[in-house]
């Protein structure tokens, strides 16, 4: 699927100890079901409901490669990424509805 906007996106939880790396087509939609709990499963477990990065493509494959590159990352390389972006770790939720 070519030119659908879609998105990689990062999670965390309140403290920023633990993040989740995903990608969807309806970015807005996706973070509301991590928020209200509607996803089971390890954001859940984890109360991860803060979007503190994301970016956007234009080809699903090129956003689940990412996902894919970016889940075998270190720690440290994905902290830097969002901090490049989100110093604060602000939840950006609210910028993108």
């Known amino acids: 699927m070519?030119?659908?906007?879609?998105?990689?996106y990062i999670m965390s939880n309140?403290?920023?100890t633990v993040l989740y790396i995903g990608a969807t087509f309806d970015?807005?939609?996706r973070v509301y079901e991590h928020k209200n709990k509607f996803v089971s499963g390890f954001t859940e477990k984890y109360n991860v409901t803060k979007l503190v990065y994301f970016e956007v493509f234009y080809d699903i494959i090129n956003a689940v490669t990412r996902e894919k590159q970016m889940k075998k990352w270190k720690r440290a390389w994905k902290d830097e990424l969002i901090i490049k972006k989100n110093p604060s770790w602000q939840d950006l939720y609210n910028d993108i509805i």
């Open 27 to 29: 970015l807005i939609k």
């Open 2 to 8: 070519k030119d659908k906007q879609c998105y990689l």
């Open 14 to 16: 309140k403290n920023n």
